[in-house]
């Protein structure tokens, strides 16, 4: 059974920074891809960024690309989210999530996840 747990999220100022960490247990993760959700209130939950165990090329939601950074660390088993510049929009819930099958193409299609953290609050004050 596949455990992931977030950390890191809290209260900032509009232009500061936060670095998320998802740690991943439960098996081996060489395969397959982590991901960053993010679900405002009354929103969708919404795809943030998303990075390969193998590694290659990250997805990035066009709202956050140049200010947020996905990357890994494959000795722990944990991922994280690097957010800079952040904006009162991009307060939510964020979410790690994980799978071992899924295609790059399918990162936004949130049913083909087989694994989900308990989320940690991001709240950005202007």
């Known amino acids: 059974q596949v455990q992931l747990v977030e950390s890191g999220g809290g209260l900032v100022q509009a232009g500061g920074s936060l670095r998320l960490s998802c740690a991943a247990s439960g098996r081996t993760f060489s395969s397959g891809a982590m991901g960053w959700f993010r679900q405002a209130p009354g929103k969708e939950r919404e795809l943030v960024a998303a990075?390969?165990?193998?590694?290659?090329?990250?997805t990035y939601a066009d709202s956050v690309k140049g200010r947020f950074t996905i990357s890994r660390d494959n000795a722990k088993n944990t991922v994280y989210l690097q957010m800079d510049s952040l904006k009162p929009e991009d307060t939510a819930i964020y979410y790690c999530?994980?799978?071992?099958?899924?295609?790059?193409?399918?990162?936004?299609?949130?049913?083909?996840?087989?694994?989900w953290g308990q989320g940690t609050q991001v709240t950005v004050s202007s």
């Open positions: 999530a994980a799978d071992f099958h899924i295609s790059s193409n399918y990162y936004r299609d949130l049913n083909l996840w087989s694994a």
């Open positions: 990075i390969r165990w193998s590694g290659g090329r990250s």
